[in-house]
């Protein structure tokens, strides 16, 4: 079955295009849609640079909350910007130089000991301590 934007979604859509060719650019969306901006690469599934309403459909459809876009978007902007050497991983350097607070919690995240951190590595633990402290994991939240 076939999701189908509520009205006044596909009303915002309307407006927010303001170019009129169907489609939201990342500069529509934060003009006119801010809430929306921090996950527009989540919702551009195509990653053509833009957000069909087959997409924007596919978005509201899975009750992404704009919380957990951009609580994931900002996740990853942390890590990127944490890794100095961009190979994908989190040295201890780069922890202790960027992310000071995790760096105290190294050994513990690094479950193999290889020295690295990666980005499953830390969503694990991440979500070990949301469990634990009886809250939904990441990506589960209003489901």
Excluded: Y
């Amino acid at each position: 079955m076939a999701f189908v934007v509520p009205a006044a979604a596909a009303d915002r859509f309307a407006a927010a295009d303001a170019d009129g060719d169907g489609a939201l650019s990342r500069a529509e969306t934060q003009r006119a849609l801010p809430p929306l901006a921090p996950g527009f690469d989540l919702i551009d599934r195509n990653r053509d640079r833009s957000v069909s309403r087959a997409e924007l459909s596919a978005h509201l459809q899975a009750g992404t909350s704009h919380h957990q876009v951009a609580t994931a978007e900002g996740f990853a902007e942390h890590l990127r910007r944490a890794d100095t050497d961009n190979d994908g991983a989190l040295s201890r350097s780069e922890c202790e130089r960027n992310l000071p607070r995790l760096a105290m919690k190294f050994d513990r995240i690094d479950r193999d000991g290889d020295g690295r951190l990666i980005r499953e590595a830390l969503k694990a633990w991440f979500d070990g301590r949301r469990a634990a402290r009886g809250k939904p994991t990441a990506g589960t939240e209003g489901r």
